[in-house]
């Protein structure tokens, strides 16, 4: 008598054949999928830009043409990552929401509260209103606009805000917004390493015209960003 025996279920090769086709495929789409989340969080950082170019421009209209100033709150030194109370408030009517002072993927990096008697750190680089630094900085370098129109600066040559890629070969920390692999931007101790050499792939600036482009890394130069030394603190953009 042939008695057959349904079989209910998969044997261990058909299990293991199914895993690893859902294992190619993962490692297949997770790339893709990493692509696709940090193109949607580049246009949202250029969103924010052009939101807070336009705050400039309101500032600007309101002060007879002048850019917010780019002091600290003891108004003896400027450094591009910092910003004062006073000027934050005023940007703060405009836009509203602190998150927009900082690149999608460098939120989480964020202090809660400034500093005493120095300011607020942002998640962005503010590049006008930099009367020290214009003191101290190269004219070839690079020169902070001041006034809306001034003479001399013009839109693709002036910029006002731009993603972090930022470094102290001094006290030995790198930032960077959008690296090359990976999620999300970091601030590290890692011996004061250049943007380029932590991968970074580059960054969003706004300019006083109020235009935000995408500049790879390869595209960027090196500046001063800091009142007090020209190698204490560089950035790129």
Known sequence: MNTKRNRIG????????????IAVLVGILLPTLAKVRESARRADCASRLRQLAAAVHLYANENKGKIPPGYRDNNTEEHTIWMSQEVLDSFLKKVQV???FACPNLEDTQPNKPLSNIGWVLGYSYLGGHELLRKV??????????KMGEKGLYSQTAPLFCDFN????????????????GAGGFYEVV?????VDRGSAGGNVAYVDGSVVWKNIGDMTDHQTYSGSKTKYRGMW
């Open 137 to 146: 900085v190269d004219p070839a370098d690079w020169k902070s606009p001041l």
């Open 191 to 195: 011996a004061g390493q250049t943007p």
């Open 166 to 181: 930022d470094w102290s070969p001094t006290d030995k920390w790198t930032a960077i917004a959008h690296p090359r692999h």
């Open 98 to 100: 602190y998150k927009m």
């Open 10 to 21: 998969f044997t261990l090769v058909e299990l293991l054949v199914v895993i690893g086709i």
